[in-house]
């Protein structure tokens, strides 16, 4: 009977529970430097795009700034742009535009409806014709400075901004959306506020790996029309191509990196909490047990 309960792992009551011991703080850290080590030594592509995009962020900052004669030059072409041009033939197009529809039936256009949609297409015509010159004059200005000069980097580092904080108010909007389903649904299930808590904590974390990896995507997909319009030769568009994509991925990856790790390190506080009143509820449990169990000892003499 002894040797039974001595395999069975524990006293009556106990057999085939698992205690789960966490690690110490000073082991979390080892692990997740092995686990990185581990990670960087099977993917090395993948650790070499994001120490690359690390020295771009650390190196090239806000671009390089431009000397006086091409700060001139840069302006005089700008200058040449005319934008008050491109106002008034964007008033024009809203204006047909608005008479069109005004004039369109449901599934019919009359005599009206049509010179109303020539005059929309002849102001659309005139509307594209000005900005494809300010287009191409806004190209020209942005050759001479560069795509490595605090024009080209303070654009696309605008475009990334525009994209990471779309990217994040599609996490929190569904996140919020989430929480008030999921809450719903935990009422219906009369789950305690942990599970509840959890699930939330998932959640957010998947909303926002989403959210950010789509922003990222859409950055990459969008950042080569941005080269291009800077005229620059073929060697100078891919290494900067490739130097602000493997930026914004290291960006994004750290970004996440944060938010789990805060995460992590929040459940793991819990944890460790809950384990240490747990430890102490069983030592006095031992303790209460041993002391009537002593004095109800029989004595030998």
């Known amino acids: 009977m002894q040797a039974g309960r001595q395999r069975g792992g524990g006293p009556p009551g106990q057999a085939g529970r698992q205690v789960i011991v966490l690690p110490e703080p000073a082991d979390v850290g080892k692990i997740i430097i092995r686990?990185?080590?581990?990670?960087?030594?099977?993917?090395?592509?993948?650790?070499?795009g994001?120490?690359?995009?690390?020295?771009?962020?650390?190196?090239?900052?806000?671009?390089?700034?431009?000397?006086?004669?091409?700060?001139?030059?840069?302006?005089?072409?700008?200058?040449?742009?005319?934008?008050?041009?491109?106002?008034?033939?964007?008033?024009?197009?809203?204006?047909a535009n608005q008479n069109y529809r005004a004039t369109k039936g449901w599934f019919s256009c009359d005599g009206l409806c049509q010179r109303n949609k020539r005059?929309?297409?002849?102001?659309?015509?005139?509307?594209?014709?000005?900005?494809?010159?300010?287009?191409?004059?806004?190209?020209?200005?942005?050759?001479?400075?560069?795509?490595?000069?605090?024009?080209?980097?303070?654009?696309?580092?605008?475009?990334?901004?525009?994209?990471f904080s779309a990217g994040k108010k599609f996490a929190k909007r569904q996140s919020m959306w989430d929480a008030m389903f999921m809450g719903i649904r935990s009422m219906g299930r009369d789950e305690n506020m942990v599970e509840y808590g959890m699930k939330v904590l998932m959640q957010v974390l998947l909303n926002f790996s989403i959210g950010l990896v789509m922003a990222l995507v859409m950055f990459v997909v969008g950042l080569w029309s941005i080269v291009r319009s800077y005229q620059p030769n073929p060697i100078v568009a891919v290494a900067f191509f490739v130097s602000a994509s493997c930026?914004?991925?290291?960006?994004?990856?750290?970004?996440?990196?944060?938010?789990?790790?805060?995460?992590?390190?929040g459940v793991y506080g819990v944890l460790k909490i809950a384990e240490g009143n747990l430890q102490i509820q069983q030592q006095g449990n031992r303790g209460g047990r041993q002391q009537p169990h002593m004095q109800n000892r029989p004595h030998y003499e």
Do not use: C, P
Not at 77 to 95: K, Q
Not at 119 to 145: F, Y
């Open 35 to 48: 686990g990185a080590s581990d990670f960087a030594k099977q993917h090395k592509v993948i650790t070499g």
């Open 119 to 163: 005059k929309m297409d002849d102001a659309k015509i005139r509307l594209d014709r000005i900005r494809e010159e300010g287009n191409v004059r806004m190209s020209d200005a942005k050759n001479v400075a560069g795509l490595f000069s605090e024009i080209g980097v303070g654009e696309v580092q605008d475009a990334f901004w525009s994209y």
């Open 50 to 95: 994001y120490v690359l995009g690390i020295l771009v962020i650390i190196l090239i900052g806000g671009g390089s700034k431009l000397n006086y004669d091409q700060r001139r030059e840069y302006n005089n072409i700008m200058n040449t742009i005319d934008v008050e041009a491109e106002y008034a033939a964007s008033n024009d197009f809203f204006a």
């Open 247 to 265: 930026a914004a991925f290291s960006f994004v990856t750290t970004y996440l990196f944060a938010i789990y790790g805060a995460a992590a390190g």
